[in-house]
Nanobody
Framework: QVQLVESGGGLVQAGGSLRLSCAASRLTFSSYTMGWFRQAPGKEREFVAAISWSGGTTSYADSVKGRFTISRDNAKRSVTLQMNSLKPDDTAIYFC????????????????WGQGTQVTVSS
């Protein structure tokens, strides 16, 4: 069973930064596209960022471009989301996810998910 475990969430003031991490196990990590989605109360799960298996290609939602950076370390089987200039609208549960193949922002096309970590941005 694939395991994805997120960490690093918390409460931060607007304009602040947080760094989310995801540790992966029981999958061929270096073959997987890894991504982050988020879900706010009463809203659908939405795409945040993704990174290809090599780390050479990344994709971001327009709402986070220029503020968030996704990276990965295949040797450590981990993926990181650096979030800067946080806004109250970024408040959500953030989920780590993975799939084979790059290029989709549809959460239904990602078979593996972590349990999520809460990010709360106060105004």
């Amino acid at each position: 069973q694939v395991q994805l475990v997120e960490s690093g969430g918390g409460l931060v003031q607007a304009g602040g930064s947080l760094r989310l991490s995801c540790a992966a196990s029981r999958l061929t990590f270096s073959s997987y596209t890894m991504g982050w989605f988020r879900q706010a109360p009463g809203k659908e799960r939405e795409f945040v960022a993704a990174i290809s298996w090599s780390g050479g290609t990344t994709s971001y939602a327009d709402s986070v471009k220029g503020r968030f950076t996704i990276s990965r370390d295949n040797a450590k089987r981990s993926v990181t989301l650096q979030m800067n200039s946080l806004k109250p609208d970024d408040t959500a549960i953030y989920f780590c996810t993975g799939r084979v193949g790059f290029g989709t922002t549809n959460p239904n096309e990602y078979p593996h998910w972590g349990q999520g970590t809460q990010v709360t941005v106060s105004s």
